[in-house]
């Protein structure tokens, strides 16, 4: 609470609402107080350091009293925003206050708890209870006022030293609570007046604050603050700077039209003796400590009088609220200023370290508490589950460029099938091939004897040449190769030399085919060899020399023997 003394700033405070006290932070605050006579605007501009706070404009704008209705949110947003174009006044953050009418306030003795949270779970449950409107249409926030010292609970431990025993020591504890509809009700108002509305805060709480800067040496004292206002009147009483009790007065003082005043009707007198019976109501309270101060603050010209009717009906030190002295104030505007402590509490408040004590827009939520244990079972469990449903969608998306790569276009399928029918055709040739080889080593037939035996014999090439020679058969014995002939005469007389070697000859067939060369027939040999070659082949080079090479041949005499060439050069 920015209006506590220093020890409500102790543990219980978490991390996480100071975290947001200084994100609530703002370099200009405007705090709006609005009423049935007057529009109260202050503009605060902080320093980069927290504390250095000055206030740049005072204002105070009469209502319309004819024409205007305040229980329309919406015309009063327009009008709001027509008067601060009217003030060349450009708002940053926007701060209101609820009314003391609007507003359940209730204090509350807790245990002393450090957790924010937990103080949180703990007011709603109780708060909830004693609300005179249904919890969901209610925003409940709270500030802690008083906590207890250390020594305060090292004592009370001695007290009751058996561990879980109850303790007196407690947590003092301010409740308010508004209902929706009003909280609605001030953010159509500022919408309607082309502003965001950020902080929601309570006058009797904004008024203390002003207080603190008004007169801060009195903040750990008894002290009855009176809030005049020519239609209502709050009497708010604070204990060492925490709320204790808090009223508000319907009142009408308006002067009569024709300026009399009958005896016993006195306006100012029966506010006073409201004002009276509130403080003998606040002596019969639980928290009732003799009062040792009472200011009167206002700006309806009637505070004095009001001053001095308490004064004599009490043995109270009365006075007039003075003007802050803690804050610096534009030039010429104490009297504004005195006229508008309610929104200078406001505004100072929200730019204190702590933001509001009560913020109706951003109360203190209930921390929800989980068991760790079973957030760990069900985060394993959720983590397995995505490791799994990863390790599917991998499978998934590696099978998918597997089967595209197996059945896809040019994929392996496509190749093995075009590699198994070569494969088939190719082992087709290799197996016929594999079986004339093991047929003719079978068979013994000495082929390639026979082949060089058959070159041997051959004529001249000059006579005939041999085009392709093959072995068709092994079990029977079949060569069969083709010549080219120069004549009959060679032919015949070459088939008749086979005939006489022991070679069985079938019937040669020649066709006249006359090549560029001069040979005139192309004729077609069989041979069968026979079971028992009459000639030794092994031993045939032996006893018969090859045939003398031609002239012509580039072998006979070897390469050197070629006569160069002019511009050549020799191997």
Known sequence: MADTPAASSSAWQS???????????????????????????VHVSTGKTPGSTSIKRIEVVPVPSEGFDLENPKEVGEWIGEQLKALHLVPGTV????????????ELL???????????SMVNMR???????????????FTVTKVPTKKELKAAR???????????IKAHIVVAAVRRDTVNRYLTITESAGLKLTGLGLRPLASFRALKACVPEINGNAVALISVRRHEVDVDILIDGRLVFSRELSVNLEKPEDGIDLAGQDPITQVAKEIIRCLHSYEGSEAFKPLEHLYVAGGTGLEGNLLDIIRSQTDIDCKRMPAPTGVRLPKERETDATRALTALGLALGFVDERGLAVNFLAPKRPVLRRNQSRSKWLLSIVMLQALFVFLFGARSKMAEGYEKTLSGPGGLIS??????????????????????????HGANRHWLEHMAFLSSVIPQCDQIYLLKITMRSAKTGV?????????SDVLHAFEKKLRNLGYIVKPVSFIPVNDKYGYKFRATFELTLPDRFPLDLLHHLDTNAPPERLPDDIHADGLSCIPGQKGTNRV
């Open 15 to 41: 991390a996480l609402t100071r975290i947001r006290s200084q994100f609530s932070f703002r370099n200009d605050v405007t705090a709006l107080d609005i009423d049935q006579r007057m529009l109260r605007v």
């Open 95 to 106: 701060v209101m206050a609820a009314r003391r009418g609007e507003a359940v306030l209730k």
């Open 110 to 120: 807790l245990p002393p708890l450090k957790d924010a949270g937990e103080m949180a």
């Open 127 to 141: 708060a909830a209870r004693e609300l005179p409107f249904p919890e969901a249409d209610a925003v409940i926030d």
């Open 158 to 168: 001695k007290e009751t030293p058996q561990p879980g025993a109850a303790t007196d």
């Open 415 to 440: 190749t093995y099938n075009t590699l198994a029918k070569q494969e088939k055709d190719v082992g087709r040739w290799v197996r016929k091939n594999a079986d004339s080889i093991r047929s003719w």
């Open 479 to 487: 060569i069969s190769f083709q010549v080219q002939v120069r004549d």
